[in-house]
């Protein structure tokens, strides 16, 4: 059996991470996509236990206390972090475990998980970057301004991690995140 592996992948929100991670995860079923807890309210058409595990900020709170994330972080107004138990679970029977987060949880997984290869997905630019979160329809203008101003910040911290893409065919994109991903591994 291989070794079982965490992998983060990060970056703006916006930058097509959930896309990507999407395609790849339809071309490689045996990976496992971890699926977090967020205070957040669904969007339609996410449904509870597939995209998010949607919880009051009373619940997280006693979450956070008990120490059930592996990493969590404030993002826009709300809270979202990963449930420590079924990642430790995968990665003891030998999986590849798929983290998607955001870039600040995604630090603190570097003293938490240091074997932890981390992934940080670049856009081709700024305004490339705001087209795609408009397109979205999915964010008020104020969440749109909040995502803008926190993805400069971001982007700026792309070299702390151990690999960065541009996230700009998809296409091309995927072969890089497989590179990356199976290069130790296979
Ligand atoms: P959204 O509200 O668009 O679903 O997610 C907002 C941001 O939160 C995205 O950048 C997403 O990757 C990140 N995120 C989702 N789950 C987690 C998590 O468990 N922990 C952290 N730190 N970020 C997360």
Avoid at 15 to 36: C, D, M, N, Q
Avoid at 38 to 51: A, K, L, M, S
Avoid at 59 to 82: D, H, I, P, Q
Wanted: net charge negative.
């Amino acid at each position: 059996m291989q070794a079982g592996k965490l992998i983060v992948v990060t970056g703006p929100s916006g930058v097509g991470k959930g896309t990507l991670l999407r395609s790849l995860l339809a071309r490689h079923p045996e990976l496992y996509f971890s699926i977090s807890a967020t205070t957040r309210q669904p969007r339609p058409g996410e449904i509870d236990g597939q995209h998010y595990y949607f919880v009051s900020r009373e619940k997280f709170e006693r979450m956070v206390a008990a120490s059930e994330f592996l990493e969590w972080a404030e993002f826009a107004g709300n809270c979202y972090g990963t449930p420590r138990l079924q990642v430790d679970q995968q990665i003891a029977q030998g999986r590849l475990v798929i983290l998607e987060i955001e870039v600040v949880g995604a630090r603190k997984i570097k003293q938490t998980f240091p074997a932890a290869l981390r992934i940080f997905i670049l856009p081709p630019s700024l305004a490339e970057l705001e087209r795609r979160i408009r397109d979205r329809g999915q964010d008020s203008e104020e969440a749109i301004a909040r995502r803008l101003t926190r993805a400069q910040a971001e982007i700026e911290a792309a070299d702390e991690f151990d690999v960065q893409m541009v996230n700009d065919d998809l296409e091309s994109a995927l072969l890089h995140l497989e590179a990356a991903i199976f290069a130790q591994t296979h």
